[in-house]
Structure formats: structure tokens, C-alpha cells
């Protein structure tokens, strides 16, 4: 073919073997039971709708199938006109790189492509974004009656179907318009073409006009024979039954003057029992798919109009609504007490769907269907910020971040091939860097810009900064291995991208003696310096650190799964590679919020029930949110003031009573670490603390919260991390720096809270999060960025904020390996001990789809089974939630599956209790339940190591 370094037939390849497939939901086993889920949520529009045309993202409604994206307007062609502006995440205008290097051949940056819009005289406007079914809905209200209409996207063709409805007595007369953008000299067409139709079973036999619009993303001055690939797009729609009058006007918005289209008028009947109401099939093609031929000259306009002319709009909303109910049944969560955090985890699955297409729709279209990038397929100008392109230093990855641990994996797989095609360019690069470093790096290493287009091009912005931009975009094919286990995917691509990435840090990193007759490898080079921030070239940037030893730990990992023989470079690089930054900070903890009391009531009997139960400052308590008010519950109730903390110094920490467990030490009783006398102990010493820095030397001053990245998004440190193995990689040091760098009012929320909730939480310990905090903190997030289209404000006004559904899974479930080197389950790490929460089929790395229920109330503990399904044979092992500080409860553990067997359980003892079987995928899901379940388990209220 000539048009590209990315052979379809590979990428085709590739995608057949990716096989992110969620697990199927199952009729046995847990089943939500709380709330409606995503039946009523949607977000809500009174009187106008604005926002587009923008450089980002606006607040209107969205829509999409992960390849064709709508966004609404009004006002475009008059004061009431209702607008869907449409676009896909193909049409990019890509010319010969002005470099004229041999890679990458293009540079490229998106483009508006056009829409539809239809118009009568209303007198007001409502509209409403349904998750639930993916719909958007609109209301007018016009003299004698309402409009109603209903907008459906086909899952997996690129097909929409708009429904009419109109509540008058008489007729109404509906302007539709078929509009595009004429700015930037580019090629564009529009009119109207006449089509027989003589199919009585679908339609009626009526002669039909469909109204199209096109066009050509690149400038007429570059020939369809070039080996640029050039995008062509088109639009067609056709009114079912038929067009009224006025077929093919020509007409320019009155508000937006380089949009121009063609205007026809449709008659809407009254609504009346047994006729079909109108409706408009609108098609989306271009030379992209599988389905027109794969070449510049291609124009996609016949195959647009075919399209719209001869499917049916019943198929379009029934394939619409299958997808929809097999969408929302892979995955769901339940938090009764959190409703705004349950509101945002639903619409970023749906934004997810929206913007990303399934690994199914890939295939099928040759696998040229580029991810979304900044501003998914919905952009409205031609001139969005930073092109809209895919920008490596977080933006294009985060937006993915939620998509394997919400069990979307399928979502993720357009994702991989930009990436990859860049292959060749960044081999190029890392040559490049190489030479201007004075060093000789291997021909396989690779390189990688800071911003990437499709097909093996790159962004009109070619710049780098960075040399860990191609680890950063490695982290999700990380994640791809670690979730799925796939090891066909791990060798075909995630390996190799590895071991090229390796390669340059073997080459580049600088390995000096430390003095004491070791050595060690800095990220540091007079000649070309890496960097922090963009254009801030640092000595040993803590990101650049984390990324290393993210991608070499990553690569060892696989080799060993795989059998293959990693560069023994890698294991010393891992062994002295130079440790993060630290310093040690005397200040004291940022303090914790304290509102005054204003609800002091809890369930009836709970003290009496909670033998253990202590007041405590850091709002454990659902139904208490001050210290005030915990203190005057406690003293109206004897049981409580039995049992205050380290009330006099004593060994067992317990003032009465054998069955007190022993909480504190006198010695942590004199540190003022806890409550005299149930009050927090004011004299309480400064303790020094260890934090992370930014970079070799740097100070707190000099560092920010990307100082966290050990934490998240690299997951170096997680909270299976031993104290010493790497140095200064110990969870309680990135407590400390996550706490210290992060405002959760102003941080950037795919970092911030997925860093504090990765750090876990530890109560006794002022440095660390409460997991109420980092609740706390994320309601304050969405009260002030959430939008009623469900993609919360960034400021670069994308996507990437749905990222933080991350952090909401992993409040609920993580996986993380610990000591042994093998993945544990922690079920409801960072959830408050007394609010309620449940999730069906959330996906944990090694490859298992839990689901759970956490009853919270008076007496929280798990409730009733937890289910398992695995993607590959293995050791299911569970941390043991049924277990208070040192005294680990007796349980019997009993495992149950669905082809009738039940594997042996094992309970191991001691202060970090586990509980493990072996599962295949053959014995489907499993239930794991306690034989008798202990009450009062207030699991997270205890010291985290």
C-alpha cells in the first residue's frame, strides 16, 4: 500500500491476539443490591447549551462509540437551533514532516469535521446525557405542543438515529442542516443526492434525498499519491419517511461564519398510535474503515450516503441498547454513602466507552482506529490546544488509567498500536540523543517525543523534553500484562517496547563509584540532561528514577513468566540504581480539617456493641464528623468511657477488661501518639520525617507532587513494599510526601488522589491520609469540577480526569505483590470502616475479577461471599480483613466454585494474616465466604506497617 510504517495487516494481527475481554457477567454468585446503580443518573440541560465550537472540551452533552463522537450545541444556525457537532478520532491533517528527516514522515494535528442541526421556533430548551442506555434527549417547547427527540450512536458502526416526536395537533415543519467547517483552505463538499428506495419492508417505497457533507483533511496542494496517509470524512443523512421541501439550500451559520452546509425541511406528524414517528439515519465514513477502500483519492461520501439510505433505524437502537446493558453488566459499584463519587465512577465508564472503541471495532477496521487523544473524538475546532494530540507526560495515558481495574480492558486496546508504530522513529531518536550525549547506545533502543499522532507520526509539536516519555507510555502495557496475564500480548509488544526502552537506560544512565567501593547509575549527563518538568533539566529526576525502575522491573517480570532471558544489565542497573531523593523535614504534619460538630447522632447501641471502640480525632466515624462530637458521645455512654486510649500508661494500653486488645505501647502512649483521657494530646512532640524530592539534592521548596511518582502512576512503592528493598523506596516515606505535596483542591486529581489512596492510610500516624480525607477531598473535587456531561474540568480541558475512577477502585480492591513476590488481595483497603460499599466485578492485577460487599454500620465486616473469577490458572491470595492487629480471628475459610468443586483453603496466621487456594479458569467463578463472621471489624482503624 505505501501509506504507512504501521501495516494494517500487523496491527490487525496484533489486535487479534489482545484479547482484553471482560469477564461475562454471571447469574450466580454477587449481584449488587444496593441502590440503582447507573439506571438514574444523567446529567441535565435547561434553556441553551454552549461550548462549542472550542479549543478543548465544553460542557455539552456527549455521545460516542469510541471511534464517532458527538458533541451538542445550540444556537448555530439560529437563536433555537439544536446542534451535534460530529467528528471521529481519525480525521487528523497530517503533511511531510518540515524536518525533512526520514522518521516520522508526518506531523499531524485534529481538525473540526462537521455535524447536523435541526431548527424550529421554540420557546424553550431541555436536555437531558442518559448513561444508562446512551442516549441524548432533548425537549422544546413550541406553540401548540413539544418536540421531543432521542439520539442513539450504533456501537460498532458508525451510525446515528435521531427520533421525533411532536405533541401539536398539526404538523411541524423541522429544519435539519447537514453542516462542516470550511476554515484552513482544505477540500470540502456538501449537497444533497437523490436515492431510490424500494424496499417496502424497511421503509415504504419512497424516492429518498440524502443531504451529505465531506472533507478532506489535507490541503489540496498535497497529492492523493503522496505517502502521507490523508484523511477524507464524510456525513450523510436521510429523514425517514422523507424530506419535505427545500432539499439542498445552501446555508451559512449565523453565528459561526466558516460553517456552511445545505438545509432541507422535514414534516413531523403528530404523535398517533401505530404510526412509526419520523427519524434521521446519519452515517459516518472515511477511507479509514474497513469497508472503503484504503487509499488518499478514496472518497468516502457514496459509501456515507449508502449507508444512511439502507440501514435501518431500528437496528441502529437496538444494537445501541444491547451494548449498553452488556457495557454496564462487565462491571458496577455500589456506595450508598458516597453518592457523588458513585455518580462520577458511572459517567467516566461512560465517557470511557464514548472515546476509546472496543478491541472488536479495531480488528474489524484493520486496526487503523487511532485511541482517543486529548480531547477524544470530540473536537469542535481547528485549532484545539496542543493539537489534540497524544501527549506522553501523562495527558493521553491517564484517561486510561481506570480502564483495567474497572474491568474495561477492551477499551484500552486502541491505545497500544500509536505507540508502537512510533517504534521505528524512536529507534531513530534514541540514535539522535545518543550522539548529542557523546555515548553509543544499541540499534534496538528506543526514544521517545513528548507528543505522538497516529500511523507512526508525530504532533505538529515536536517537542521532547523528557527521556522517559516512551516509559511513560509503557506503563499501560504494563498494566495490560499485570491485569490480563496475557502472554501472547506481553511478547509480542509489551517485551519488545520493554527491552528497547531498557536498552537506552542501559546505555545513557552514568554509573559512578559511591565512595564506600560500590557503585551507582545516575540519570545524569552534562551533554543532554534529562528533566523534570518540561524544559527543567535535573540531576536524577524522581520520575525519571520511578520510570526506570517501573519498566526494568516490568521486563524481568515477563522474561521470567515468559522464559525469556533478560540482559543481566538490568538486574545490576535494578540493584544500584541511585535511590530517590529525600530529605528530612521537622515542620509538622499539615494539619487535619476540624468542622464543627453538626451531627452527633449514631445507631442505637453502638458503644455497647463496639468493646473496642475508641474516640479517636481523624473522623473514623460516619455519623460523627468532629472531635467535639465523638468526645460528647463518648462521655454520655459508660461502655466508651471505660475504654479510653492509653488512658494511664499501662502495658496493655486497655484500662479494664480482658478482652481489650492491645492497641498501644506505653512508650507510643507517652509520644502522644493517640488520646489522654479521650482528647488529643496537645504537647505532643515534632517527629522528624523523611519525604520525597524532586530530584538529587532538591529541597522541599524546590519539589512538588510529582515528587509522588513513586507512588502512582509508576507503582514502585505500593502497600505490599518492604522498609528497606530498594532504599528510600518505603511506603511510610511516600505517606509523608503525599501528604506534604497534596491539596486536594488544587492538585492534579489523576495524581493526587490516586498517590494518597496507593499510599494507604494509617490512623495513629498525623504524616498520612485518613481515608475520610482523601473522601473528603475527592467530594470537594467533584462539587467543583465535575460537569453535567460527566468529564470533570481540566485545565487543559480533556479528557484525562475520568483517570480518577482509578482511584475509586482502588479504595475498594487492590492487588499488590508483598513479600513472597505474588500478588495479594486487599479488599477495601482505603474505604471507611462504617460506610457501606459494594462492587461486582472489578478486575485486580494477576488477573482476578473480585466482587464484594463491606456492610458498614455498627458492626462492619465483609458480608457474605466474595467471588472470584480468573483470566489464567493460578494461586488466589487474599489479605485477611478478618483480623484486628495482632490477634488474627480463627476462622474457617470455605471456597465453593461454579463446576462444583471446592478447593482447599489455607489460613496462615500471624499479624499479616493471608488466605489462599488455587483456581482455574475451568472452574468458573468462585465464592469465597468465613464460616462464621466476627462483628466489629474495624480493619483500616490499625496500623499499617
Same mark, same amino acid.
Given at each position: 500500500?505505501g501509506?504507512?510504517?504501521?501495516?494494517?495487516?500487523?496491527?490487525?494481527?496484533?489486535?487479534?491476539?489482545?484479547a482484553?475481554?471482560?469477564?461475562?457477567n454471571?447469574?450466580?454468585?454477587?449481584?449488587?443490591t444496593?441502590?440503582?446503580g447507573?439506571?438514574?443518573?444523567?446529567?441535565?440541560?435547561?434553556?441553551s447549551m454552549?461550548?462549542?465550537?472550542n479549543?478543548?472540551?465544553?460542557?455539552?452533552a456527549?455521545?460516542?462509540?469510541?471511534?464517532?463522537?458527538?458533541?451538542?450545541g445550540?444556537?448555530?444556525f439560529a437563536?433555537?437551533?439544536?446542534?451535534?457537532?460530529i467528528?471521529t478520532?481519525a480525521f487528523?491533517?497530517?503533511?511531510?514532516?518540515?524536518?525533512?528527516?526520514?522518521?516520522p514522515?508526518?506531523?499531524c494535528?485534529?481538525?473540526?469535521?462537521?455535524?447536523?442541526?435541526?431548527?424550529?421556533?421554540?420557546?424553550?430548551?431541555?436536555?437531558k446525557?442518559?448513561?444508562?442506555?446512551g442516549?441524548?434527549v432533548?425537549?422544546?417547547d413550541?406553540k401548540?405542543?413539544?418536540?421531543?427527540?432521542? $439520539?442513539?450512536?450504533? +456501537?460498532?458502526?458508525?451510525?446515528?438515529? &435521531?427520533e421525533? @416526536?411532536?405533541?401539536?395537533? %398539526?404538523p411541524? /415543519?423541522?429544519?435539519?442542516?447537514s453542516?462542516?467547517?470550511n476554515?484552513?483552505?482544505?477540500?470540502?463538499?456538501?449537497?444533497?443526492?437523490?436515492?431510490?428506495m424500494?424496499?417496502a419492508?424497511?421503509?415504504?417505497?419512497?424516492?429518498?434525498v440524502?443531504?451529505?457533507?465531506?472533507?478532506?483533511a489535507?490541503p489540496?496542494?498535497?497529492s492523493p499519491?503522496?505517502?502521507?496517509r490523508?484523511?477524507?470524512?464524510?456525513?450523510?443523512?436521510?429523514?425517514?419517511?422523507?424530506w419535505e421541501s427545500?432539499?439542498?439550500?445552501?446555508?451559512?451559520s449565523?453565528?459561526?461564519?466558516?460553517?456552511?452546509?445545505?438545509?432541507?425541511?422535514?414534516?413531523?406528524?403528530?404523535n398517533?398510535?401505530?404510526?412509526?414517528?419520523?427519524?434521521?439515519?446519519?452515517?459516518?465514513?472515511d477511507?479509514?474503515?474497513?469497508?472503503?477502500?484504503?487509499?488518499?483519492? $478514496?472518497?468516502?461520501t +457514496?459509501h456515507?450516503?449508502?449507508?444512511? &439510505?439502507s440501514? @435501518?433505524?431500528?437496528?441502529? %437502537?437496538?444494537? /445501541?441498547?444491547?451494548?449498553w446493558?452488556?457495557?454496564w453488566?462487565q462491571?458496577?459499584?455500589?456506595?450508598p454513602?458516597?453518592?457523588?463519587?458513585?455518580?462520577?465512577?458511572?459517567?467516566?465508564?461512560?465517557?470511557?466507552?464514548?472515546?476509546?472503541?472496543?478491541e472488536?471495532?479495531?480488528?474489524?477496521?484493520?486496526?487503523?482506529?487511532?485511541?482517543?487523544g486529548?480531547?477524544?473524538?470530540?473536537v469542535?475546532?481547528?485549532?484545539?490546544?496542543?493539537?489534540?494530540?497524544?501527549?506522553?507526560d501523562?495527558n493521553?495515558?491517564?484517561?486510561?488509567?481506570?480502564?483495567?481495574?474497572?474491568n474495561?480492558?477492551t477499551?484500552?486496546?486502541?491505545y497500544f498500536p500509536p505507540?508502537?508504530?512510533?517504534?521505528?522513529?524512536a529507534?531513530?531518536?534514541?540514535?539522535?540523543?545518543a550522539?548529542?550525549?557523546?555515548?553509543?547506545?544499541?540499534?534496538?533502543?528506543?526514544?521517545?517525543?513528548?507528543?505522538?499522532?497516529?500511523?507512526g507520526?508525530?504532533s505538529?509539536?515536536?517537542?521532547?523534553y523528557m527521556?522517559?516519555?516512551?516509559n511513560?507510555?509503557?506503563?499501560?502495557?504494563?498494566?495490560?500484562w499485570?491485569?490480563?496475564?496475557?502472554?501472547?500480548?506481553?511478547?509480542e509488544?509489551a517485551?519488545?517496547?520493554?527491552?528497547?526502552?531498557?536498552?537506552?537506560w542501559?546505555?545513557f544512565?552514568?554509573?559512578q563509584?559511591?565512595?564506600?567501593?560500590?557503585?551507582?547509575?545516575?540519570?545524569?549527563?552534562?551533554?543532554?540532561?534529562d528533566?523534570?518538568?518540561e524544559n527543567?533539566k535535573v540531576p536524577?529526576p524522581?520520575?525519571g528514577?520511578?520510570?526506570?525502575?517501573?519498566?526494568?522491573?516490568?521486563?524481568i517480570?515477563?522474561?521470567?513468566?515468559?522464559?525469556?532471558?533478560v540482559?543481566?544489565?538490568?538486574h545490576?542497573i535494578?540493584?544500584?540504581l541511585?535511590p530517590?531523593?529525600?530529605?528530612?523535614?521537622t515542620?509538622?504534619?499539615?494539619?487535619?480539617?476540624?468542622?464543627?460538630?453538626?451531627?452527633?447522632?449514631?445507631?442505637?447501641?453502638l458503644?455497647?456493641?463496639?468493646?473496642?471502640?475508641?474516640c479517636?480525632g481523624?473522623?473514623?466515624?460516619?455519623h460523627?464528623?468532629?472531635?467535639a462530637?465523638?468526645?460528647s458521645?463518648?462521655?454520655?455512654?459508660?461502655?466508651?468511657?471505660k475504654?479510653?486510649?492509653?488512658?494511664?500508661?499501662?502495658?496493655?494500653g486497655?484500662d479494664?477488661?480482658?478482652?481489650?486488645?492491645?492497641?498501644r505501647?506505653?512508650?507510643?502512649c507517652?509520644?502522644?501518639?493517640?488520646?489522654?483521657?479521650?482528647?488529643r494530646?496537645?504537647?505532643?512532640?515534632?517527629?522528624?520525617?523523611?519525604?520525597w524530592v524532586a530530584?538529587a539534592?532538591?529541597?522541599?521548596?524546590?519539589?512538588?507532587?510529582f515528587?509522588?511518582?513513586?507512588?502512582w502512576?509508576?507503582?514502585?512503592?505500593?502497600?505490599?513494599s518492604?522498609?528497606?528493598?530498594?532504599?528510600n523506596?518505603d511506603l511510610?516515606?511516600?505517606?509523608?510526601?503525599?501528604?506534604?505535596?497534596?491539596?486536594?483542591?488544587?492538585?492534579?486529581?489523576v495524581l493526587?488522589?490516586?498517590?494518597?489512596v496507593?499510599?494507604g492510610v494509617?490512623?495513629?500516624?498525623?504524616?498520612?491520609?485518613t481515608?475520610?480525607?482523601?473522601i473528603?477531598?475527592?467530594?470537594?473535587?467533584?462539587g467543583?469540577?465535575q460537569?453535567?456531561n460527566?468529564?470533570p474540568?481540566?485545565p487543559?480541558?480533556?479528557?484525562?480526569?475520568i483517570?480518577?475512577?482509578?482511584?475509586?477502585?482502588?479504595?475498594?480492591?487492590?492487588?499488590y505483590?508483598?513479600g513472597t513476590?505474588?500478588?495479594?488481595?486487599?479488599?477495601?483497603?482505603?474505604?471507611?470502616?462504617?460506610?457501606p460499599?459494594?462492587?461486582?466485578?472489578?478486575?485486580?492485577k494477576?488477573?482476578?475479577?473480585?466482587?464484594a460487599s463491606?456492610?458498614?454500620?455498627?458492626?462492619?465486616t465483609?458480608?457474605?461471599?466474595?467471588?472470584?473469577?480468573?483470566l489464567a490458572?493460578t494461586t488466589?491470595r487474599?489479605?485477611?480483613v478478618?483480623?484486628?492487629?495482632?490477634h488474627?480471628?480463627?476462622?474457617a475459610f470455605?471456597v465453593?466454585?461454579a463446576?462444583?468443586?471446592s478447593?482447599?483453603?489455607t489460613?496462615?496466621?500471624g499479624?499479616n494474616?493471608?488466605?489462599?487456594y488455587?483456581q482455574?479458569v475451568?472452574?468458573?467463578p468462585?465464592?469465597?465466604?468465613?464460616?462464621?463472621?466476627p462483628?466489629?471489624?474495624?480493619h483500616?482503624?490499625?496500623p499499617?506497617?
Open positions: 500500500m501509506l504507512l510504517l504501521w501495516d494494517p495487516r500487523r496491527l490487525a494481527a496484533m489486535c487479534a491476539v489482545i482484553f475481554h471482560a469477564v461475562p454471571t447469574a450466580s454468585g454477587y449481584q449488587p444496593c441502590g440503582d447507573v439506571q438514574k443518573i444523567y446529567g441535565e440541560w435547561q434553556g454552549s461550548g462549542a465550537p479549543s478543548k472540551v465544553g460542557p455539552g456527549v455521545l460516542g462509540n469510541g471511534y464517532v463522537g458527538i458533541v451538542m445550540t444556537g448555530l437563536n433555537t437551533s439544536v446542534d451535534y457537532w467528528n478520532n487528523w491533517d497530517c503533511r511531510p514532516n518540515p524536518q525533512n528527516i526520514t522518521l514522515p508526518a506531523v494535528a485534529r481538525l473540526a469535521l462537521g455535524g447536523f442541526s435541526f431548527n424550529v421556533h421554540a420557546t424553550s430548551f431541555a436536555a446525557q442518559y448513561l444508562s442506555n442516549t441524548l432533548t425537549t422544546q413550541i401548540g405542543g413539544q418536540l421531543r427527540t432521542i $439520539t442513539r450512536v450504533h +456501537p460498532s458502526e458508525n451510525m446515528i438515529v &435521531t421525533f @416526536s411532536w405533541t401539536g395537533e %398539526a411541524l /415543519a423541522v429544519n435539519f442542516t453542516w462542516t467547517s476554515t484552513g483552505g482544505r477540500n470540502y463538499t456538501y449537497g444533497v443526492k437523490k436515492i431510490p424500494t424496499d419492508g424497511k421503509y415504504r417505497s419512497f424516492n429518498s440524502s443531504q451529505f457533507v465531506s472533507r478532506f489535507t489540496p496542494s498535497m499519491t503522496s505517502t502521507v490523508s484523511v477524507r470524512s464524510a456525513i450523510a443523512s436521510t429523514a425517514i419517511p422523507v427545500g432539499a439542498g439550500v445552501s446555508v451559512t449565523s453565528s459561526e461564519p466558516n460553517i456552511v452546509g445545505v438545509q432541507s425541511t422535514m414534516k413531523v406528524e403528530p398517533k398510535k401505530g404510526i412509526q414517528p419520523p427519524r434521521i439515519v446519519t452515517a459516518v465514513a477511507n479509514l474503515l474497513a469497508t472503503v477502500p484504503n487509499s488518499n483519492a $478514496t472518497d468516502p +457514496p456515507a450516503i449508502s449507508a444512511a &439510505t440501514t @435501518s433505524a431500528d437496528d441502529i %437502537a437496538a444494537a /445501541a441498547a444491547s451494548f446493558n452488556t457495557f453488566n462491571s458496577s459499584i455500589c456506595l454513602s458516597q453518592p457523588e463519587i458513585e455518580r462520577f465512577w458511572y459517567g467516566a465508564q461512560y465517557i470511557m466507552a464514548c472515546i476509546s472503541a472496543t472488536e471495532v479495531l480488528v474489524k477496521n484493520n486496526g487503523l482506529i487511532p485511541p482517543s486529548l480531547y477524544g473524538p470530540f469542535t475546532s481547528d485549532v484545539p490546544s496542543w493539537h489534540g494530540d497524544f501527549t506522553l501523562y493521553q495515558e491517564a484517561q486510561y488509567y481506570g480502564a483495567y481495574s474497572s474495561k480492558a477499551h484500552a486496546a486502541p505507540v508502537e508504530a512510533w517504534m521505528n522513529a529507534r531513530m531518536a534514541a540514535q539522535t540523543h550522539r548529542a550525549a557523546n555515548l553509543s547506545c544499541p540499534a534496538h533502543a528506543l526514544h521517545y517525543a513528548c507528543h505522538l499522532a497516529p500511523w507520526y508525530q505538529e509539536d515536536q517537542s521532547t527521556h522517559w516519555n516512551g511513560f507510555a509503557a506503563l499501560l502495557f504494563i498494566n495490560a499485570e491485569y490480563t496475564r496475557n502472554e501472547t500480548f506481553a511478547r509488544h517485551y519488545p517496547l520493554l527491552d528497547g526502552l531498557n536498552a537506552w542501559g546505555c544512565l552514568h554509573k563509584a559511591d565512595g564506600n567501593g560500590g557503585y551507582v547509575y545516575h540519570d545524569t549527563n552534562t551533554l543532554d540532561p528533566e523534570e518538568h527543567q536524577d524522581i520520575i528514577i520511578a520510570m526506570i525502575r517501573r519498566s526494568m522491573s516490568a521486563q517480570d515477563m522474561g521470567n513468566a515468559l522464559g525469556l532471558s540482559p543481566p544489565l538490568y545490576d535494578l540493584e544500584h541511585v530517590y531523593g529525600t530529605v528530612d523535614i515542620t509538622p504534619a499539615p494539619p487535619r480539617p476540624s468542622p464543627a460538630p453538626t451531627n452527633c447522632t449514631v445507631p442505637a447501641g458503644f455497647q456493641v463496639q468493646q473496642n471502640w475508641r479517636r481523624d473522623y473514623d466515624m460516619q460523627a464528623d468532629s472531635l462530637c465523638c468526645q458521645m463518648c462521655a454520655a455512654d459508660p461502655n466508651c468511657a475504654f479510653t486510649w492509653c488512658p494511664s500508661k499501662n502495658v496493655s486497655c479494664v477488661g480482658a478482652s481489650c486488645w492491645k492497641y505501647t506505653d512508650a507510643m507517652a509520644a502522644g501518639q493517640g488520646f489522654v483521657a479521650g482528647a494530646n496537645a504537647t505532643a512532640p515534632t517527629h522528624a520525617r523523611t519525604v530530584y539534592n532538591a529541597s522541599v521548596v524546590r519539589s512538588d507532587m515528587a509522588v511518582y513513586p507512588l502512576p509508576t507503582e514502585t512503592v505500593t502497600l505490599g518492604a522498609t528497606s528493598n530498594p532504599p523506596a511510610r516515606i511516600g505517606r509523608a510526601t503525599s501528604r506534604l505535596y497534596t491539596n486536594f483542591a488544587k492538585t492534579r486529581p493526587g488522589f490516586s498517590a494518597a496507593r499510599a494509617n490512623t495513629t500516624d498525623p504524616w498520612s491520609w481515608s475520610n480525607e482523601i473528603d477531598g475527592l467530594n470537594a473535587f467533584l467543583q469540577s460537569r453535567e460527566f468529564m474540568y481540566a487543559g480541558g480533556g479528557t484525562e480526569n483517570g480518577v475512577a482509578a482511584a475509586v477502585n482502588d479504595m475498594l480492591v487492590q492487588s505483590k508483598d513476590g505474588s500478588y495479594l488481595v486487599h479488599l477495601f483497603p482505603v474505604w471507611p470502616a462504617l460506610s460499599a459494594s462492587f461486582h466485578q472489578l478486575l485486580c494477576g488477573g482476578y475479577v473480585i466482587s463491606w456492610t458498614g454500620g455498627v458492626t462492619p465483609i458480608a457474605g461471599n466474595v467471588t472470584v473469577s480468573v490458572d488466589v487474599f489479605k485477611n478478618w483480623a484486628v492487629d495482632d488474627p480471628l480463627a476462622l470455605n465453593h466454585c463446576d462444583g468443586s478447593p482447599a483453603v489460613h496462615q496466621g499479624s494474616s493471608v488466605i489462599y488455587t482455574s475451568a472452574q468458573g468462585c465464592m469465597l465466604s468465613a464460616a462464621t463472621l462483628s466489629g471489624l474495624f483500616q482503624w490499625l499499617v506497617p
